[in-house]
């Protein structure tokens, strides 16, 4: 209970030194959304995309699941959030940047690559869609040690890239350069954030890593 107080002493604050204070950006807000920006982030506690990135409110519009997946194209009888929020995103709000936002030390990756997670009800199900990418990751990694994870966890944003394009109202934006697919990764071990680049065909680091970290 203790946390659910700090919440609510939270939102207080919230209210008093941003949502009340003069310019703050809820004084449009409240009219309307229109984000440039969508990003699919995992629901890892420690990668808030909004912290990490150290936005405005109404400046990402947000999708978060386990291991930060895009599912691909599957108009059936199912019920596909995620690609709900896509359908939005793209069609109704019109961002012009779409972010997998993926991440190191992320639970879901370590649980699809020790198939620990193969017996729950949904988590397993859901991972299995990076099946493919874990196939081809363990053929270069003898142990699921450290280098594996992070390897997966690369793969990962690389197979939700690819699904994207699997939408073809999505396909159809990209192809004519009204929008913009990014794959980025979090690397909470050094504060390192990194973009994928399909010329190097490699992650490279956008910002340098974090100097208190250098000095370990
Ligand atoms: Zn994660």
Same mark, same amino acid.
């Given at each position: !209970?203790?946390? @659910? ?5 939270? /939102? ?25 920006? +969508? ?5 890892? #506690?420690?990668? *808030?995309?909004? +912290? ?13 699941? @386990? ?8 108009? *059936? ?13 793209? +069609? ?11 991440? #190191? ?16 009800? /949904? ?7 990076? *099946? ?5 990751? !363990? ?5 699921? *040690? ?7 966890? %690369? ?5 939700? %890239?690819?699904?994207? +394009? ?19 990764? /979090?690397? %909470? ?13 490699? /992650? ?13």
């Amino acid at each position: !209970m203790q946390k @659910i107080r700090d919440f609510i002493l939270g /939102f207080k604050s919230f209210q008093d030194q941003y949502f009340c204070r003069e310019g703050s950006p809820f004084s449009e807000l409240r009219e309307g959304q229109s984000p440039s920006t +969508l990003v699919v982030a995992c629901c890892d #506690s420690r990668t *808030d995309p909004s +912290l990490i990135m150290q936005c405005e409110p109404g400046d990402i519009f947000v999708v978060r699941n @386990i291991a930060n997946i895009v599912p691909p194209y599957e108009p *059936d009888a199912g019920y596909h959030g995620v690609s709900a929020a896509l359908e939005y995103a793209v +069609l109704s709000l019109k961002v012009a940047d779409i972010i997998i936002l993926g991440h #190191s030390s992320c639970g879901g990756i370590k649980s699809l690559l020790e198939d620990s997670a193969r017996g729950g009800e /949904f988590v397993g199900k859901w991972t299995s869609i990076l *099946d493919p990418a874990r196939s081809q990751v !363990m053929e270069s990694f003898e142990c699921t *040690d450290e280098r594996a994870a992070k390897a997966l966890e %690369m793969a990962g944003i690389l197979t939700s %890239m690819g699904n994207l +394009l699997t939408f073809p109202w999505l396909a159809e934006r990209v192809a004519d350069g009204s929008l913009t697919i990014h794959g980025w990764y /979090f690397d %909470m071990a050094c504060g390192q954030l990194f973009s994928y680049l399909p010329q190097t065909r490699s /992650f490279e680091p956008l910002a340098p890593r974090c100097p208190a970290r250098d000095k370990e």
